[in-house]
């Protein structure tokens, strides 16, 4: 190898491994805490709680929904994501006392779509007490955003 081809290669060897060196980790995710009552937070009334955790295009949910069996109705959480105002995704997580679902149902699942750019960034939740198909008594929505 000649002088010239020698330092060459020195030079790409220590230019890439500076790179390297350099290169920043993946963004970390970050974690936001929620607790949505269905129509109003007493005793009476079903919830759901627990983490989001964001990540590049998408979150994980975890947590639980709470049905209290006070009305012999199911509590039903919804989980609607957005980018921007299009909602691209939703999921919705279901507790009945009365039923083999039981009063506590924990979930984990991931929302959003992992092929679009830029990925989602809020998370809107509501928690209701479903009657029927027409009738709910539900919370205002909270929205987390990322």
Known sequence: MSGF???????????????AI???????????????????????????YGTITWYNRTAGITGSVW???????????????????VKIDSETRTANTDTDLGAVRGFNFTIGDTNLVGG?????????????????????SV???K
């Open 120 to 140: 989602i960034d809020r998370i809107k939740i509501t928690a209701c007490e479903v009657y029927s198909a027409t009738q709910r008594l539900c919370s205002a």
């Open 67 to 85: 049905d209290n069996g006070y009305k012999d109705v199911p509590t039903v959480a919804y989980f609607e994501a957005y980018a921007g105002s």
């Open 5 to 19: 081809t020698g330092r060459l290669a020195v030079s790409c060897l220590a230019a890439c491994g500076a790179l």
């Open 143 to 145: 929205n987390y955003n």
């Open 22 to 48: 350099t290169a920043s980790p993946a963004a970390a995710s970050s974690k936001q805490d929620f607790d949505v009552c269905a129509y109003t937070c007493s005793s009476n009334s079903g919830f759901t």
